[in-house]
């Protein structure tokens, strides 16, 4: 575990990043780096901030809720229960994935069938499933 600890040497106050760690059951430090005075510190600090960049743009997606019910899906096999007695179909995508697209979607955030694209794009579902497009997620939606 990382600290910042200080040391006084003299009159001054210096200090130091440190890393402990328990050695032969006793907490001991196996990694220390210097850090600076206060003022060195402050100065880093200052000249980072000043040089990072301000973001061009950013992409806000859907993850908490979307995320916790696919790994449950996937830990359970649902995709797999599903293809495993549905058919295959000829194009787009496979019937497990399409339901439990739309499970997810009605568990998550409810939407109807024209409004699912455009929710599917805001979560990070779409990295998951990158053949998904809106005709074969949503063919009698268009």
């Known amino acids: 575990m990382a600290s910042i600890i200080k040391k006084k040497v003299k009159k001054h106050t210096y200090y130091y990043l440190v890393e402990s760690a328990r050695v032969n059951g006793k907490p001991r430090i196996v990694n220390q780096k210097y850090l600076g005075t206060a003022n060195d510190i ?3 600090v200052d000249l980072k901030t000043d040089s990072i960049p301000d973001p061009e743009y950013s992409t806000v997606l859907d993850f908490g809720a979307v995320c916790a019910l696919f790994d449950i899906a996937e ?4 995709r797999n229960v599903i293809n495993a007695h549905a058919g295959k179909r000829p194009q787009g995508l496979p019937v497990g994935d ?3 697209l739309a499970s997810l979607n009605r568990a ?4 109807s ?3 699912f694209f455009s929710w599917f794009n805001k979560t990070v579902l779409h990295n998951q499933f990158s053949s998904a497009n809106k005709k074969n997620l949503c063919p009698d939606a268009l």
Do not use: C, E, F
């Open 42 to 44: 402050a100065t880093a």
């Open 75 to 78: 830990r359970i096999g649902v």
């Open 98 to 100: 399409s339901i439990l």
């Open 108 to 111: 998550a955030h409810p939407k």
């Open 113 to 115: 069938k024209n409004g």
